[in-house]
Every structure is written in structure tokens, then in C-alpha cells.
């Protein structure tokens, strides 16, 4: 798998998700949560606390006998890991020189001593203020981490990318679940544009905290619209739309559409120029600033479908999309 591809996923220690540390050997200097924020890590000159120099990341002491410190994390929702960023930034003399990542399942409960440990990520060298990124091959579901930094240092952050667990078979056909959500395993795939906001954005839990909690797309000074392409968790039809402009006022789009297909084989990449092709699931819809639109007798029904295409006319931002709908066992020709 291809870093590009593994970022597309969500960040299952997200402490947004309530990942939270559950145990650590040691955060002298740094508090270890601070290591699952979703911020990008700042830099604070001249500040300091009663233990030293203020760093945004976990930061153990300067180790000064035998062992390693590490991290036990419980991710806010259990999922298949599938890649990993190991964040140093900002920590220059004082980063791990290496780290690596193992799980476990325990989904009763936090993990005891004689939990069983499954290690992912063998040691990696790291190196100070970078990003390390990892793919992880792995089809197994997992609860909990455990990160381990060799011996002691800084992390600015951990991000570990996955796909949430969803026993399927515990969800009735006649059950409606918001399938592209990302805690239903929706991903978003492609975009147009994404100068301001990220296109993963329109698929997190809850409402925007604020503009950069969405898709925001730079002013369009040439002919055509802005669109994002997205990946629902499952199969499904859908009988329910909201589109959703919180915080978006002098900068939301005039109007959008959807298209939607059941797609069948090849890969995420050639998924750009299908989609031109694809059904009309949505017409044409006047949005608003600031608010959430709901759209049930507009939608088109087309059966089934894997795959849609936001579009928006002819740029601006938009916080959340929601499809909910009725799983589906059933493909179509």
C-alpha cells in the first residue's frame, strides 16, 4: 500500500475519536495526550513550565538506566490499521532515535498484563522535526496500541490510519446508517481542490468545529466546479442527504449535485475520470450559508451504490455530507 493511499483513511487515535493514553512509562516534560491532538504541533519560543522547555508532543525524561519508555493508547473506535505517521516535529536534540507500534484486541475492556501483543510496525530509525511515514499490511482488527520509542525523547504526533470495525452482519438491511460517514469506513478519495480544507474533513463525526473543520476549495478563476469523490463504508441505497455549510457564510457554494455508481474492480485511482460518467443520484440543489440541507424527495433512485460525486458550482466550502441509507448485499450488472 502507498503512503498516499493510507492517508486517505481515518486517524484512529484521534483523540477528537476519544483516543486517549490509558499509560505511559513517563511524560516528564510534554503531556503524553498531547501526542493524539489534531492540530498541526506549534512551536512556542521562550515558553517553559515548571519542568523545562514547553514542546506540543509527549516527552519523556533523558533515560539514564536499562529499557525503553513507551505508550499504551485505547483508540477511539476499533479498526484495521493501515498506516502510521510518526511525527518529530519541532524536536531536534531531544527525539527517539527509533520507534515501533504493536496492538491488541481486547474489545471488553483495557488491555492486563497478559494481554496478547501483535507487533506492526517494526523498529524504524526516526530523525528530528520530520514525518515518518509507514504503511502497515495488516486485515486485522485491533483496540489498542502500544508505541514504543527507543529509549526515551519527543513525539510531536502519532496519527494512526485505519478503518473503523463494523460487523456488518449486526446491521439490518432495514436499518439507515450514514454510509459514507468515516466511522462507517467512508473515505474520501479525490478532489478538485483543497486550498483550504481538507477533503477528509466532510466525513468526521459531529458538526464542524469551525471553517477549517471542513472542504474548502480556492476561488475558481476559470470556467467549471469544484468536486470530491467518495468512497462509502458499504454497499447501500440512499434515501437521505444532508449537505451541511456550518461556518461557511460569505464563501459556501451556490448550489451542488451528486452522482453515485456501483463501482466494480480497479483502483481508487482511475476513479477520477469514471466518475464524469456516473448517475445522478442528487439534481442540481440551492445551498445556503451556515446551515444544514436536507434532501429526501430529490433523490433519484438509482439501487445500490459503492461510490459518489460531490459537486459543488462553483467553488467554496462545505463542513459535513451525510448519506444515510439501508446497507445492501445486492451488485448490480
Known amino acids: 500500500m502507498s503512503t498516499t493511499t493510507f492517508l486517505k483513511?481515518?486517524?484512529?487515535?484521534?483523540?477528537?475519536?476519544?483516543?486517549?493514553?490509558?499509560?505511559v512509562t513517563d511524560d516528564w516534560f510534554a503531556a503524553v495526550d498531547r501526542m493524539l491532538q489534531p492540530q498541526a504541533p506549534v512551536w512556542k519560543e521562550g515558553v517553559f513550565d515548571d519542568n523545562g522547555k514547553w514542546m506540543d508532543g509527549?516527552?519523556?525524561?533523558?533515560?539514564?538506566?536499562?529499557?525503553?519508555?513507551?505508550?499504551?493508547?485505547?483508540?477511539?473506535?476499533?479498526?484495521?490499521?493501515?498506516?502510521?505517521?510518526i511525527d518529530t516535529s519541532f524536536f531536534t536534540g531531544n527525539f527517539p532515535p527509533s520507534a515501533s507500534l504493536e496492538a491488541c484486541f481486547c474489545p471488553e475492556g483495557d488491555p492486563t498484563d497478559t494481554a496478547e501483543w501483535t507487533e506492526l510496525l517494526s523498529a524504524v530509525?526516526?530523525?528530528?522535526?520530520?514525518?515518518?511515514?509507514?504503511?502497515?499490511?495488516?486485515?486485522?482488527?485491533?483496540?489498542?496500541?502500544?508505541?514504543?520509542?527507543?529509549?526515551?525523547?519527543?513525539?510531536?504526533?502519532?496519527?494512526?490510519?485505519?478503518?473503523?470495525?463494523?460487523?456488518?452482519?449486526?446491521?439490518?438491511?432495514?436499518?439507515?446508517?450514514?454510509?459514507?460517514?468515516?466511522?462507517?469506513?467512508?473515505?474520501?478519495?479525490?478532489?478538485?481542490?483543497?486550498h483550504f480544507g481538507t477533503m477528509s474533513n466532510i466525513l468526521n463525526?459531529?458538526?464542524?468545529?469551525?471553517?477549517?473543520?471542513?472542504?474548502?476549495?480556492?476561488?475558481?478563476?476559470?470556467?467549471?466546479?469544484?468536486?470530491v469523490i467518495v468512497a462509502l463504508g458499504h454497499p447501500g441505497e440512499i434515501s437521505r442527504i444532508v449537505v451541511d455549510t456550518l461556518h461557511f457564510k460569505?464563501?459556501?457554494?451556490?448550489?451542488?449535485?451528486?452522482?453515485?455508481?456501483?463501482?466494480?474492480?480497479?483502483?481508487?485511482?482511475?476513479?477520477?475520470?469514471?466518475?464524469l460518467f456516473w448517475k445522478e443520484l442528487l439534481p442540481a440543489q440551492k445551498l445556503e450559508m451556515h446551515q444544514?440541507?436536507?434532501?429526501?424527495?430529490?433523490i433519484n433512485n438509482i439501487?445500490?451504490?459503492?461510490?459518489?460525486?460531490?459537486?459543488?458550482?462553483p467553488d467554496g466550502g462545505v463542513s459535513?455530507?451525510?448519506?444515510?441509507?439501508?446497507?445492501?448485499?445486492?451488485k448490480t450488472d
Open 125 to 194: 530509525s526516526l530523525k528530528g522535526d520530520s514525518q515518518h511515514l509507514h504503511a502497515i499490511n495488516d486485515d486485522r482488527p485491533w483496540t489498542h496500541i502500544r508505541f514504543n520509542i527507543f529509549p526515551d525523547g519527543g513525539v510531536a504526533r502519532l496519527k494512526v490510519y485505519g478503518i473503523p470495525y463494523l460487523d456488518w452482519s449486526e446491521i439490518g438491511n432495514d436499518q439507515e446508517i450514514d454510509l459514507v460517514a468515516s466511522l462507517s469506513g467512508g473515505r474520501a478519495l479525490a478532489c478538485s481542490d483543497e
Open 205 to 227: 463525526p459531529g458538526r464542524g468545529i469551525n471553517m477549517g473543520d471542513g472542504w474548502e476549495t480556492a476561488r475558481r478563476r476559470t470556467p467549471g466546479n469544484d468536486w
Open 58 to 85: 509527549w516527552e519523556s525524561r533523558r533515560k539514564r538506566f536499562e529499557g525503553y519508555d513507551f505508550t499504551v493508547i485505547k483508540l477511539g473506535v476499533p479498526g484495521v490499521i493501515k498506516g502510521v505517521d
Open 292 to 298: 444544514e440541507h436536507e434532501f429526501a424527495e430529490q
Open 9 to 23: 483513511h481515518i486517524n484512529l487515535a484521534d483523540a477528537r475519536l476519544g483516543s486517549k493514553a490509558i499509560y
Open 320 to 330: 459535513r455530507l451525510r448519506l444515510f441509507g439501508n446497507i445492501s448485499n445486492k
Open 250 to 275: 460569505g464563501n459556501y457554494p451556490d448550489s451542488c449535485s451528486i452522482q453515485a455508481a456501483y463501482v466494480k474492480g480497479g483502483t481508487d485511482e482511475q476513479i477520477e475520470t469514471q466518475s
Open 303 to 313: 439501487g445500490p451504490i459503492t461510490h459518489v460525486r460531490l459537486n459543488i458550482f
